[in-house]
Nanobody
Framework: QVHVVESGGGSVQAGGSLRVSCAVSRGRTKDYCMAWFRQAPGKEREGVVFISEDGTPTYADSVKGRFTISEDNAENTLVLQLNSLKTEDTAKYYC?????????????????????WGQGTQVTVSS
């Protein structure tokens, strides 16, 4: 399994922006099915965005139009830009990955279909 490590996040006022990054331990992000999830205290884990086989991101309705995922120049890191942040975006954000032998679209935003998870990074949005 690949190891993934999140970085970034932090705290910001509503309407502001933050960035979270996910680095893979080996290879490129395109070698894996990858996704971002988030979980607030007392809430179930929620999908944020996943990358399809063709590289097309699919965003959850709650973040569509505000969050943008991209790959860094070295192609080993996914960067999730969080814009127009709302207080309800407050959560610990997790990067998830798995081998691409199964469909990335099938994995989608279902947490149990990803084998490798990062430690998470906190995003806090204040009013």
């Amino acid at each position: 399994q690949v190891h993934v490590v999140e970085s970034g996040g932090g705290s910001v006022q509503a309407g502001g922006s933050l960035r979270v990054s996910c680095a893979v331990s080996r290879g490129r992000t395109k070698d894996y099915c990858m996704a971002w999830f988030r979980q607030a205290p007392g809430k179930e884990r929620e999908g944020v965005v996943f990358i399809s086989e063709d590289g097309t991101p699919t965003y959850a309705d709650s973040v569509k139009g505000r969050f943008t995922i991209s790959e860094d120049n070295a192609e080993n890191t996914l960067v999730l830009q969080l814009n127009s942040l709302k207080t309800e975006d407050t959560a610990k954000y997790y990067c998830a990955a798995d081998l691409r032998f199964s469909s990335c679209t099938w994995r989608g935003l279902i947490p149990g279909r990803y084998a490798d998870w990062g430690q998470g990074t906190q995003v806090t949005v204040s009013s």
